[in-house]
């Protein structure tokens, strides 16, 4: 099942960030992910609003996806990212649910 990882971040050094996108990409291709959104305009429809930034990845699975995380390469960019913005990284497993989803509340 494929995992996602919902980052939020808002960025107060947009130079050291640039550092961060530059060296992510080849880091996300490398275990299989991609990116569904990177970047985009953010609207709040409804709440309080909780970043100005937000990237959507997919991985084939959980695994592979901590295992990105994890990884050396990525975590020396991460550096970058954490240098110069702050957020959060929220990892969910797909499921196959959407004909009568369990809510699991």
């Known amino acids: 099942m ?12 947009p130079e050291t960030y640039r550092k961060y996108t530059a060296l992510t990409p080849a880091t996300v291709a490398r275990y299989g992910g991609k990116f569904l959104t990177r970047g985009d305009d953010v609207t709040t429809v409804e709440g309080t609003a909780f970043a100005e930034r937000m990237v959507i ?49």
């Open 2 to 13: 494929p995992a996602y990882f919902i980052c939020t971040m808002t960025i107060h050094d």
């Open 57 to 105: 990845l997919e991985f084939p699975n959980r695994a592979t996806a901590l295992a990105w995380y994890n990884d050396a390469d990525y975590q020396s960019a991460a550096a970058f990212r954490r240098a110069s913005s702050s957020g959060r990284m929220i990892l969910q497993e797909g499921r196959d649910n959407t004909k009568d989803p369990d809510p699991k509340v």
